[in-house]
């Protein structure tokens, strides 16, 4: 037998999110609530308080649950079980690369489900829980997560390439303060033959996507961000 944690089934087919939802409560653990979107599971964490998550993958909305999870997790903390149908080598690199603690594919056995949630729920795995990220809180409500290279605005992911990434990663290292030329096209680009061009074709697509973004330019020093 659990002890009452309290937990939010995120999924879209309410008829499966039913039936997890009285396996659960047979083990005295509390469902107290089922949500099927992002933006709905953000509104009801911002008011309840939740130690773990049951997420499908495919839920309602354009942000889906991997993307969901991440944001999630920078926020509240909140430790994330993915239960999908999904199984294919892309869904589980980007599941790799997530926050989630946990996936379980469709169907499963009610003991799996239960065993996965007891070891992240006792109280060993308070610690893990816990983990402060490094992020870097930037101007204009953008939050950068600098060890899993997420940009947030406003809590909603950014969408950002490869080099996009590289590149909002070394200018948080140095918030405020400006990264020559050359270390910004090492840290990018590599052991390659410089070329501003690219550092000023990349920075010029990422400002175009999000005009808000504070990157500033010295001719003589580089490019900072704030």
Request: some cysteine; hydrophobic content about 40%.
């Amino acid at each position: 037998m659990f002890k009452k944690n309290k937990i939010l089934i995120v999924e879209d087919d309410i008829f499966v999110a039913r039936m997890i939802k009285y396996e659960l409560e047979t083990h005295n653990l509390d469902v107290i609530n089922i949500t099927s979107s992002h933006d709905e599971t953000l509104d009801f964490l911002q008011n309840n308080k939740v130690e773990l998550i049951l997420m499908d993958i495919n839920i309602n909305g354009p942000i889906d649950g991997i993307q969901s999870c991440d944001i999630i997790y920078l926020k509240y903390k909140v430790p994330v079980i993915f239960i999908s149908s999904f199984y294919d080598k892309e869904v589980i690199f980007l599941i790799q690369e997530s926050f989630a603690k946990g996936y379980l594919i469709k169907p499963f056995r009610n003991e799996e489900l239960l065993m996965l949630i007891f070891f992240l729920l006792k109280p060993a795995s308070n610690d893990i829980c816990n983990i402060d990220f490094k992020k870097t809180t930037l101007k204009n409500d953008f939050v950068f997560c600098i060890d899993k290279q997420i940009l947030l605005h406003q809590n909603n992911e950014m969408k950002l390439t490869y080099k996009e990434k590289k590149l909002m990663q070394i200018l948080c290292k140095n918030k405020n303060a400006y990264v020559s030329y050359e270390n910004i096209f090492d840290y990018v680009w590599g052991k390659q033959k410089i070329c501003i061009n690219k550092i000023r074709g990349t920075i010029f697509r990422l400002k175009n996507k999000l005009p808000y973004l504070s990157i500033n330019n010295n001719q003589e020093h580089g490019y900072k961000i704030e």
